[in-house]
């Protein structure tokens, strides 16, 4: 793989950008590999770039049923934060955090992380003392937020009204080294990262069953033929329950989409994300200007991938409280994306009844922020049976009453 730099960029522009390569080998499933990973979103991916930087575990095929990043890694509204209550939860956010600090340099493609600051708004009593609690732990947990007032509030985003007719804003949790990310890039670069270790990222090839002999997984059929593996990563989000099936066990999780919208692209007036979840709604201003807002997740189970127009009305008319100047915009799309809840709103990242068969799901609405993280500690507990990161996050934990609720710091915003 030739790597891409300013003087890579410079020579190409001599010889009209014919020397590039392609970002990815377009790969034919092989009959056997050492490790499958069921699902190319981001979290799939990361699995199998760790496998091979962390472990030297090559032998992967990544397989996915639609394109690379088209799930809901390529539909979210990117916000990357780490400030949340529990410490098991603070430790892979903050790891995840830390991670894409340096993942530009690691994987030699720009994501454009742009750690621009993340506050979510107090506009109740009850909201001040919950992320005065909050920033009390991450202070403990080495995660640096700090709780504001609303004077600071107005001076980091002068587009809030603090007078809200409903919920004044009464102050702020504030992440300074929050911020977003290029969603399609994080996926883009990890998979050309893993192709140029010698993975196959097989695209168009749904997984339809699992095998298995005497309890232990051995490979699985798909619509490209059956393909024998030692071990079995399941990494497909909002269709891990499906998954979960064909391997022979019940997941505590439900399927429901998850809503976002732009509007038209305007002038740089906002270089903070917001996060609004008394009223609900989120925002923050893409770099080509157009304002990305974050709605609900459906209020019954499915597996559509659409927006809905009472979800736009809905978030729409609880933004314009707070920011009263998105009432004059136009709306140019909206979407909708399968998320997994579980119901302590934590994830789980484990080892599954079916021996050599592993399960990562249950992000729920956050779980962009969570991709590297989630790749570092699932390759570790792919390769070595366990990783201090995901310890806490085990299927078992549900049965055992080990919740670890984050309904408070995850609730329906991200
Ligand atoms: C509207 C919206 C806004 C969001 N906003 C944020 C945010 O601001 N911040 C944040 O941190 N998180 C956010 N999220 C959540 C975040 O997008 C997800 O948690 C994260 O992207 C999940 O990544 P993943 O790799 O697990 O899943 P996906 O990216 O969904 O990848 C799973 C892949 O598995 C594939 N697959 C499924 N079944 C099969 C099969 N049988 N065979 C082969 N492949 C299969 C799918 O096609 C898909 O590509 C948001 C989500 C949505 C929908």
Same mark, same amino acid.
């Given at each position: 793989?030739?790597?891409?730099?300013?003087?890579?960029?410079?020579?190409?522009?001599?010889?009209?950008?014919?020397?590039?390569?392609?970002?990815?080998?377009?790969?034919?499933?092989?009959?056997?590999?050492?490790?499958?990973?069921?699902?190319?979103?981001?979290?799939?991916?990361?699995?199998?770039?760790?496998?091979?930087? +962390?472990?030297?575990?090559?032998?992967?095929? /990544? =397989?996915?049923?639609? $394109?690379?990043?088209? !799930?809901? %890694?390529? *539909?979210?509204?990117?916000?990357?934060?780490?400030?949340?209550?529990?410490?098991?939860?603070?430790?892979?956010?903050?790891?995840?955090?830390?991670?894409?600090?340096?993942?530009?340099?690691?994987?030699?493609?720009?994501?454009?992380?742009?750690?621009?600051?993340?506050?979510?708004?107090?506009?109740?009593?009850?909201?001040?003392?919950?992320?005065?609690?909050?920033?009390?732990?991450?202070?403990?947990?080495?995660?640096?937020?700090?709780?504001?007032?609303?004077?600071?509030?107005?001076?980091?985003?002068?587009?809030? +009204?603090?007078?809200?007719?409903?919920?004044? /804003? =009464?102050?702020?949790? $504030?992440?300074?080294? !929050?911020? %977003?990310? *290029?969603?399609?890039?994080?996926?883009?670069?990890?998979?050309?990262?893993?192709?140029?270790?010698?993975?196959?990222?097989?695209?168009?090839?749904?997984?339809?069953?699992?095998?298995?002999?005497?309890?232990?997984?051995?490979?699985?059929?798909?619509?490209?033929?059956?393909?024998?593996?030692?071990?079995?990563?399941?990494?497909?989000?909002?269709?891990?329950?499906?998954?979960?099936?064909?391997?022979?066990?019940?997941?505590?999780?439900?399927?429901?989409?998850?809503?976002?919208?732009?509007?038209?692209?305007?002038?740089?007036?906002?270089?903070?994300?917001?996060?609004?979840?008394?009223?609900?709604?989120?925002?923050?201003?893409?770099?080509?200007?157009?304002?990305?807002?974050?709605?609900?997740?459906?209020?019954?189970?499915?597996?559509?991938?659409?927006?809905?127009?009472?979800?736009?009305?809905?978030?729409?008319?609880?933004?314009?409280?707070?920011?009263?100047?998105?009432?004059?915009?136009?709306?140019?799309?909206?979407?909708?994306?399968?998320?997994?809840?579980?119901?302590?709103?934590?994830?789980?990242?484990?080892?599954?009844?079916?021996?050599?068969?592993?399960?990562?799901?249950?992000?729920?609405?956050?779980?962009?922020?969570?991709?590297?993280?989630?790749?570092?500690?699932?390759?570790?507990?792919?390769?070595?049976?366990?990783?201090?990161?995901?310890?806490?996050?085990?299927?078992?934990?549900?049965?055992?009453?080990?919740?670890?609720?984050?309904?408070?710091?995850?609730?329906?915003?991200?």
């Amino acid at each position: 793989m030739k790597r891409y730099s300013a003087f890579a960029v410079a020579r190409e522009a001599f010889r009209n950008h014919l020397g590039w390569d392609r970002a990815w080998r377009a790969a034919r499933p092989k009959d056997r590999y050492d490790v499958v990973i069921v699902g190319a979103g981001g979290h799939g991916l990361a699995t199998a770039y760790y496998l091979g930087r +962390n472990f030297g575990i090559t032998n992967v095929a /990544v =397989l996915e049923k639609g $394109w690379l990043g088209g !799930g809901n %890694t390529g *539909r979210n509204t990117t916000i990357i934060r780490s400030n949340y209550l529990q410490d098991a939860s603070a430790a892979i956010y903050e790891k995840s955090r830390s991670l894409y600090e340096s993942l530009s340099q690691d994987i030699n493609y720009n994501v454009m992380f742009s750690p621009r600051g993340v506050m979510m708004l107090a506009q109740t009593q009850h909201e001040i003392r919950g992320y005065e609690r909050t920033a009390h732990a991450n202070a403990l947990q080495g995660v640096e937020t700090r709780f504001i007032g609303p004077r600071e509030v107005k001076q980091l985003c002068p587009i809030i +009204n603090l007078d809200g007719p409903r919920y004044p /804003v =009464l102050g702020a949790l $504030w992440q300074p080294r !929050g911020g %977003t990310a *290029r969603h399609d890039a994080v996926a883009w670069g990890y998979a050309r990262a893993c192709s140029d270790m010698g993975m196959d990222i097989i695209q168009q090839c749904e997984v339809t069953g699992v095998r298995s002999s005497g309890g232990q997984v051995t490979g699985v059929d798909t619509t490209k033929g059956s393909i024998a593996c030692s071990k079995l990563g399941l990494v497909v989000a909002g269709h891990s329950g499906v998954l979960a099936d064909m391997a022979g066990f019940r997941l505590p999780v439900e399927s429901v989409a998850l809503q976002a919208l732009v509007s038209e692209p305007i002038k740089p007036c906002m270089d903070v994300v917001v996060m609004a979840n008394t009223v609900h709604g989120y925002m923050s201003q893409s770099d080509k200007g157009e304002m990305v807002i974050g709605g609900g997740a459906d209020g019954y189970n499915n597996y559509t991938q659409r927006g809905s127009f009472q979800h736009i009305e809905e978030t729409v008319r609880a933004l314009v409280e707070t920011f009263p100047m998105i009432s004059r915009l136009k709306m140019l799309r909206q979407w909708g994306g399968i998320v997994d809840m579980t119901g302590d709103r934590s994830p789980i990242l484990s080892a599954t009844p079916l021996s050599g068969c592993f399960i990562n799901c249950g992000w729920g609405t956050g779980g962009f922020k969570a991709i590297p993280g989630s790749g570092w500690g699932m390759a570790e507990l792919m390769a070595k049976g366990h990783s201090p990161l995901t310890a806490e996050f085990g299927l078992t934990r549900f049965a055992e009453g080990r919740f670890i609720d984050e309904s408070v710091a995850a609730g329906v915003a991200h």
